[in-house]
């Protein structure tokens, strides 16, 4: 048999809960209410069935308790019923009967998590601090700790001041081994976390990436990461192991990130140019003299980022350049390569000329393209391609980079 009392009893007291009456902030006499109608109660107006008739002797067993109030149609008890109201004075009893802890019972159990794990670390003091403040202003805190699973948000502290604490290169799973006991525990949670320290870093460097990637920032890898480089550019595999000449490889080779420290770069045969390249397409197209490249697969993580900044401090003459769409996922990559690795990276084939000429390739702005081409035209570091942008919105076209053949062909 459906519990149809249990549930009206429990709505009311959600009801109750969200209400100003629970604060102790009512001005005035509220009532707490459950209209019986097709869209709360379908099974209430089944002709077919005789389930108004269980619904009524439910609801009257808790009218009986003291629990609510039955409102009838016409006052004609027993015939058709309107509403349940709740009787504010006896929640204590529902509580009680329902086996249902009060809301507040709940924040408090939050409330001690938060001070139990408060001065362990900056970034998860921000958070808790955050969480706290909602809780005890009465605000929703659905998105940071789910009021039900106490257990939840003490394995989420736990888990983010491991991942905060952590200084070792290792997989994740090997993570959730020495951590949690289990291999794939952490792999199932690590999402939330690195979400919840992304939203409270100070760190800006964190802005935008994926939750794995979030993960690597912390030496925590999923799988090994791979820089894939080639054309001009000699190496060494430990400072006295095999020497390569990368130009003998047409199509470059791949480098593991944990191989990326046994990587020593000769300073003879220099490149004169470093580029980044976005797309895979473009990278395996390129065949520019004198031109080492990297293949970025959109943002850097931390691996390509360290081996970039290894790759500067060997070749400072180099220039350095990024390659990617003519779009603002193109430019905004561009920037953050810049800001990121403090090298001075300019663009390459990704100006006003190049857009041009391949205009016609190009695809429709969306709505959202025009609104963050209109932002990135009031932020002084794309200041040099505000005449770009302009022509992009008045075209109404982005352009991907493999429509460009650059490196190979110059563009006519």
Same mark, same amino acid.
């Given at each position: 048999?459906?519990?149809?009392?249990?549930?009206?009893?429990?709505?009311?007291?959600?009801?109750?809960?969200?209400?100003?009456?629970?604060?102790?902030?009512?001005?005035?006499?509220?009532?707490?209410?459950?209209?019986?109608?097709?869209?709360?109660?379908?099974?209430?107006?089944?002709?077919?069935?005789?389930?108004?008739?269980?619904?009524?002797?439910?609801?009257?067993?808790?009218?009986?308790?003291?629990?609510?109030?039955?409102?009838?149609?016409?006052?004609?008890?027993?015939?058709?019923?309107?509403?349940?109201?709740?009787?504010?004075?006896?929640?204590?009893?529902?509580?009680?009967?329902?086996?249902?802890?009060?809301?507040?019972?709940?924040?408090?159990?939050?409330?001690?998590?938060?001070?139990?794990?408060?001065?362990?670390?900056?970034?998860?003091?921000?958070?808790?601090?955050?969480?706290?403040?909602?809780?005890?202003?009465?605000?929703?805190?659905?998105?940071?700790?789910?009021?039900?699973?106490?257990?939840?948000?003490?394995?989420?502290?736990?888990?983010?001041?491991?991942?905060?604490?952590?200084?070792?290169?290792?997989?994740?799973?090997?993570?959730?081994?020495?951590?949690?006991?289990?291999?794939?525990?952490?792999?199932?949670?690590?999402?939330?976390?690195?979400?919840?320290?992304?939203?409270?870093?100070?760190?800006?460097?964190?802005?935008?990436?994926?939750?794995?990637?979030?993960?690597?920032?912390?030496?925590?890898?999923?799988?090994?990461?791979?820089?894939?480089?080639?054309?001009?550019?000699?190496?060494?595999?430990?400072?006295?192991?095999?020497?390569?000449?990368?130009?003998?490889?047409?199509?470059?080779?791949?480098?593991?990130?944990?191989?990326?420290?046994?990587?020593?770069?000769?300073?003879?045969?220099?490149?004169?140019?470093?580029?980044?390249?976005?797309?895979?397409?473009?990278?395996?197209?390129?065949?520019?003299?004198?031109?080492?490249?990297?293949?970025?697969?959109?943002?850097?993580?931390?691996?390509?980022?360290?081996?970039?900044?290894?790759?500067?401090?060997?070749?400072?003459?180099?220039?350095?350049?990024?390659?990617?769409?003519?779009?603002?996922?193109?430019?905004?990559?561009?920037?953050?390569?810049?800001?990121?690795?403090?090298?001075?990276?300019?663009?390459?084939?990704? =100006? #006003?000329?190049?857009?041009? %000429?391949? &205009?016609?390739? $190009?695809?429709? +702005?969306?709505?959202?393209?025009?609104? /963050?081409?209109?932002?990135?035209?009031? =932020? #002084?570091?794309?200041?040099? %391609?505000? &005449?770009?942008? $302009?022509?992009? +919105?008045?075209?109404?076209?982005?352009? /991907?980079?493999?429509?460009?053949?650059?490196?190979?062909?110059?563009?006519?």
């Amino acid at each position: 048999m459906r519990r149809y009392g249990e549930k009206i009893l429990h709505a009311l007291l959600d009801k109750y809960e969200n209400s100003l009456l629970y604060r102790g902030e009512n001005k005035r006499n509220q009532t707490i209410g459950f209209a019986v109608k097709k869209s709360t109660l379908p099974e209430y107006f089944d002709e077919t069935s005789q389930e108004y008739a269980v619904i009524h002797a439910q609801l009257w067993e808790l009218e009986d308790k003291g629990f609510l109030l039955l409102h009838w149609k016409d006052g004609k008890e027993g015939h058709i019923l309107e509403r349940c109201t709740l009787q504010a004075e006896q929640v204590s009893g529902a509580y009680e009967f329902l086996s249902r802890y009060p809301k507040r019972e709940k924040e408090e159990r939050l409330i001690r998590i938060c001070r139990d794990f408060a001065g362990k670390h900056p970034l998860l003091d921000r958070f808790l601090l955050e969480l706290q403040r909602r809780l005890e202003q009465g605000e929703s805190a659905g998105q940071l700790a789910d009021l039900d699973a106490p257990q939840e948000l003490e394995a989420c502290c736990c888990l983010m001041l491991q991942i905060l604490n952590n200084q070792e290169d290792m997989f994740l799973r090997e993570f959730s081994i020495r951590y949690c006991n289990d291999s794939k525990t952490a792999e199932k949670e690590a999402g939330r976390a690195a979400g919840l320290i992304a939203q409270f870093s100070e760190n800006q460097e964190l802005e935008g990436l994926t939750g794995e990637e979030i993960l690597e920032e912390y030496h925590i890898f999923k799988n090994p990461s791979w820089v894939m480089i080639k054309g001009r550019g000699v190496f060494r595999i430990g400072r006295e192991g095999m020497r390569l000449r990368l130009e003998q490889l047409a199509d470059g080779i791949g480098l593991s990130s944990r191989d990326l420290g046994e990587i020593f770069w000769e300073e003879r045969n220099a490149p004169k140019q470093v580029v980044t390249i976005e797309n895979l397409t473009s990278f395996h197209r390129w065949q520019e003299a004198d031109t080492l490249a990297v293949y970025l697969g959109g943002y850097h993580n931390r691996a390509k980022r360290d081996f970039l900044k290894k790759l500067y401090r060997v070749y400072p003459q180099a220039e350095y350049t990024h390659f990617g769409d003519l779009d603002c996922g193109g430019f905004r990559i561009w920037k953050d390569l810049r800001v990121k690795t403090g090298i001075p990276f300019e663009t390459r084939y990704m =100006d #006003l000329d190049t857009y041009m %000429q391949y &205009e016609r390739y $190009g695809k429709k +702005l969306t709505d959202h393209d025009r609104k /963050e081409l209109g932002k990135m035209m009031q =932020d #002084l570091f794309f200041e040099g %391609q505000w &005449e770009l942008f $302009g022509r992009m +919105l008045e075209r109404g076209v982005k352009v /991907e980079q493999e429509c460009v053949k650059a490196g190979v062909i110059s563009p006519k």
